[in-house]
């Protein structure tokens, strides 16, 4: 089993930045990639960012070149950094772990605002 912890969520004025964190333990020896999901009201979750434990990372259409994910497997962490926020940004956001043989991980959710 792997926990997965968020933290960074709040509320930013449009231009704002944020930054979010995820912190995993438990079995996490051969977790493989890591990212970001977020789900709006109404909305299906969809893929925010994504890395490999190599350091490959993709990105949604809609944030590229304003949001920036990164991965420090010694302390068994994924950030993303959120600049040049808008109000679509606004949602809950997931962390994701990705093991083999197993089904996909997730963090509790942590609420983005993304407002004037």
């Known amino acids: 089993q792997v926990q997965l912890v968020e933290s960074g969520g709040g509320l930013v004025q449009p231009g704002g930045s944020l930054r979010l964190s995820c912190t995993a333990s438990?079995?996490?020896?051969?977790?493989?990639?890591m990212g970001w999901y977020r789900q709006a009201p109404g909305k299906e979750r969809e893929l925010v960012a994504a890395?490999?434990?190599?350091?490959?990372?993709h990105y949604a259409d809609s944030v590229k070149g304003r949001f920036t994910i990164s991965r420090d497997n010694g302390k068994n962490t994924v950030s993303l950094q959120m600049n040049s926020l808008k109000p679509e940004d606004t949602a809950v956001y997931y962390c994701n772990a990705v093991q083999p043989g197993t089904p996909d991980y997730w963090g509790q959710g942590t609420q983005v605002t993304v407002s004037s």
């Open positions: 438990g079995s996490i020896f051969n977790i493989n990639a």
């Open positions: 890395i490999t434990s190599g350091g490959s990372t």
